[in-house]
């Protein structure tokens, strides 16, 4: 196992630290045997991890694809609680463990299951498109989930004027951007009756055309990134390819050479032949993209990490498997409502 991280890892990982989670990395691999378990690794996890143990690795998207298709008994997911909760959702009868209790999301602490009843009652018959950065109980009031992968594939499947989009503030007016709709985020404080068709007022929350109804959510990582920060490395690098998540806010995602999911922005890089990238986007997963293409530099602003990504190690991984912990549950309810906003989705790609 050492061998085997240290060929992918050596100019990333210190060999003090390769050697003692290469340790980890067996004993993880042993128990996940024992336990007829499968691991899912997020794009996002630190590349010691990355390299090691999972059986699959990818986007939120991917690895619900992979969660709905496991037949092992247990579901290890080295991600966040949203992801964790997804597994759940598609596999009912099995075992799904979150490694670190706590690892939570700004977005999907951003919204809640009254905060879109609310929506659906000022906005009566429009459908409602969640982000998978939510939780189970906003899942089950949706219609249809999607992720940075598909989210403009999603909103256009709908055939819909209007359609409300939560909660990430950011990837709707880029999907408004991408789609050509125009976006209001409303209040939810009592408002005086809407108009009626050809009162409305241009621009306002009071029009009738408006097309995505947004909501203040955002993720804690992506919006702290700048055009600022994206100029500073241009003007050091000229000639740098920039890759920014469509979490980042619409000017970072103008300013870049391409915006698009983590398995996106991988994919773009084994496919380019630029000799240097900066991905804006959470440090370890520039870190992961670097490991696998030793030829290329990766640029990356590390100054912001994920707080809640960063809570899953190789440790907690292992004493997931050991202790059976943190058992994710879903109450039924609300799992067969959210089962179909996810299903819908994952019929779409
Ligand atoms: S990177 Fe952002 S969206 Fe992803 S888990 Fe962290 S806070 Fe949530």
Known sequence: MYEKMKARLEKIVPDVELRYKAEIAVEINELKKQKNAVILGHNYMEPALFYSVPDFTGDSLDLSRKAAQTDKDIIVFCGVRFMAETAKILNPSKTVLLPAEKAGCSLAESITAEDVHALKAKFPGVPVV???????????ESDICCTSSNAAAVVESLHSDT???LPDEY??????????KHIIFPTLAPQPP????????????GQLDYQLIGWHGRCEVHEKFTVKDIEAVRAQFPDVVVLSHPECSPEVVAASNFSG???????YVQQTKAPRYLVLTECAMGDNIAAANPEKDMLRLCMVRCPHMNTITMEETRDALKFNRYVIDV???????????????LEIG
């Open 163 to 165: 359609v409300i989009f």
């Open 261 to 267: 999911s983590t398995n996106a922005m991988i994919r």
């Open 171 to 180: 990837l709707a007016k880029n999907v408004a951007n991408e789609t050509g």
């Open 130 to 140: 969640t982000y998978v950065n939510t939780y189970a109980d906003v899942k089950a």
């Open 331 to 345: 109450p039924e309810e609300i799992r067969v409502r959210a089962y179909r906003a996810v299903q819908r989705m």
């Open 194 to 205: 809407l108009p009626q068709a050809g009162e409305g007022v241009k621009g306002g929350e």
